[in-house]
């Protein structure tokens, strides 16, 4: 199989406006005869559900939770990146490409960033006139701040709630368009299988999780825009209902999963607290712009009250090492740093896995009450969960697995290699290479649902003018239906005795500990033998009490952990074979003598695609390498 990106002809800054000038268009009268799937409601589904249903298409959204408000998106806190210049501090649209280009560590496609980067000063615009509430300056100005990974301020916030308010923006979009009776909404509806017709993406299979009802719908088109899989790991900062299910099943009907091992590791978690913790919370990165990281110099240090440790005692070891963007490190870089101070045994806190993130400087330069504008409410998420206040005490953080860099293999139209399935946000593997920087999952999300699928969406739908839109009897359909209806007869047959959470808490330690924020050939070997061992077990005896009609949330946990026990392999897989070190992928046989990242560009400069070859049979890999046309490759460097 070869893999083609189809990106337009022409110099980059210009590739966008000529794909626009020349992709096919469909007259008002014809696209009210096409209906669209949209699998997920949160950024990027929302936005692209409303602005579908805004041009006329007929579209059916569907989502797991009870409301599309409920979706994961709302949890991002920090801000969104824009190339706005505000600030006059010497930021353009190709400054935001290079540095994601750059802190994706040279693994993403340079067509889909630059657009990004293009379309970022247009989410802005959008949203404002949707009511978001920016913060602004006092001229009335939208507000600036500065990210990981960045020297210019580009990001755009509203105080630590931007996901959530972002969100409620695409949300009433999305309503008004429910309200006209454009968009059909389908709540507590989860996809489970993907349908092929004649080799194109024409339906899905989903359950209704309130009556257990499974149901096949028909389109033209079906968007995956279901986010990523970090909670594969167990203990992560998603929403502990995120999976992986829906761009997995796609997988095995032929869609490709491109670079899975590339999982983004977050630098300002609130450290775990126990073993039996079912989450964990994000603080944000935006933190970092005015809180400065420490711990002791000595281990002996430790267990001293910290404002009792003086500044000769202390080692801001990301000043030190990185003066150059000092805290505001890359997120990688910053994780990365923070496992070494501790596997030093210089961390603090339970077990010491723990750094401070302290904001006494800032509190003595600023005073409380700007500080309480800014990041009031992240200090009120903390007191909360740890009982501790950061404006007496600093916070103690520590790394946490947050996003997911790798998806299903999508070409510069967001279309997978699956004719009419697109893939949209954190599900699709674009824009940020092996490595995200701050505040561009929102960008991405956002700019995919609002201003790129209506173009690419509608240049396949061109090809499909006349074509008969199947109906739910098909033959295809009855054969997705009767795939779904034998797997959940499966999970309910097993009646063992072990929880499935143990299996998923399993599961998740193995991949921490081998393909984590660290991993080594004989780590990755470990858990490929260990996994297929824990799924045995699971299929054996898991216990997922109750049935399949109606409300069963075990059955409904079980098949994502199902899911992950298979995607699993896949993740290590992909780690195993990639000889080298970049992002969020570290290999430890992979280092310079300072301990950085060592890539390699000559022998892995390429998008590693995997195929489904068949239950328990391992996937082919496939390559598209990356061509760099206006970049060139730089070791990434921050120091």
Known sequence: MTLDAKIPG??????????????????????????????????????????????????RCFCYQDSPRRAHSIAAQGGINAAKNYQNDGDSVFRLFYDTIKGGDFRSREANVYRLAE???????????????????????????SFGG????????????????????AYQALQRQVALGQVEMLPRTEMLDLILVHGHAKGIVVRNLVTGRVDSHAADAVLLCTGGYSNIFYLSTNAK??????????????????????????????????DYQSKLTLMSESLRNDGRVWVPKRKEDCFRPPRGISEVERDYYLERKYPGYGNLAP??????????????????????????????????????????????????????????????????????VHYTMGGLWVDYNLMSNIPGLYVLGEANFSDHGANRLGAS???????????????????????????????????????????VGTRTAQL??????????????????????????????????????????????????????????????????AGRIADFLEFGELLCYDALHREESCGGHFRIE?????????????????????????EHVAPSLIKEHLVYESVQFATRSYK
């Open 331 to 400: 997120r990688d870089i910053a994780s990365r740093s923070a496992k070494e101070v501790c596997d030093e045994e210089r961390g603090i806190g339970p077990g010491g896995r723990g750094v401070y993130l302290d904001f006494s400087d800032a509190l003595r330069r600023l005073g409380r009450p700007i500080i309480e504008e800014r990041y009031g409410n992240l200090f009120k998420i903390y007191n909360n969960i740890t009982g501790e206040d950061a404006y007496e005490l600093p916070m103690r953080i520590y790394p946490a």
């Open 10 to 59: 022409g110099p980059l800054g210009k590739k966008w406006a000529l794909f626009k000038d020349t992709a096919g268009l469909i007259s008002p009268a014809n696209k009210r005869k096409f209906k669209i799937l949209v699998v997920g409601s949160g950024l990027a589904g929302a936005s692209a559900a409303a602005t579908l249903g805004e041009q006329g298409y007929q579209v």
């Open 150 to 169: 960045a020297q210019v301020s580009r990001t755009f916030y509203a105080r630590g709630q931007t996901g959530q308010q972002l969100l409620l923006g």
């Open 241 to 274: 209902g995120c999976n992986v299910t829906a761009t997995y099943r796609a997988y095995k009907q032929g869609a490709l999963f491109a670079n899975p091992c590339y999982t983004q590791i977050h630098p300002t978690c609130i450290p775990a607290s126990g």
């Open 119 to 145: 379309v970022s000063t247009f989410i802005i615009d959008q949203c404002v006139a949707q009511g978001v509430p920016f913060a602004r300056e006092y001229s009335g100005l939208l507000a600036n701040r």
């Open 441 to 483: 999952a929102l960008m991405q999300g956002l700019a995919d649902g609002y201003f790129i699928i209506p173009y690419t969406l509608t240049d396949y739908l061109v090809t499909q003018l006349g074509v008969q839109r199947p109906s739910s009897d098909h033959p295809a359909f009855r054969s997705a239906e009767h795939r």
């Open 492 to 557: 309910l047959s097993i009646r063992g005795n072990r929880s499935t959470d143990s299996f998923h808490r399993e599961l998740g330690l193995l991949l921490w500990n081998n393909c984590g924020m660290s991993r080594s050939r004989e780590g990755l070997q470990r858990a490929l033998e260990e996994i297929p061992k824990i799924r045995e077990e699971f299929w054996r005896n898991a216990s997922i009490p109750g049935t399949g009609e109606g409300l069963n949330q075990s059955l409904e946990k």
């Open 590 to 614: 992979h280092q310079t003598d300072e301990g950085e990242a060592l890539r390699d560009d000559e022998n892995y400069a390429y998008v590693a695609a995997w195929k489904f070859d068949g």
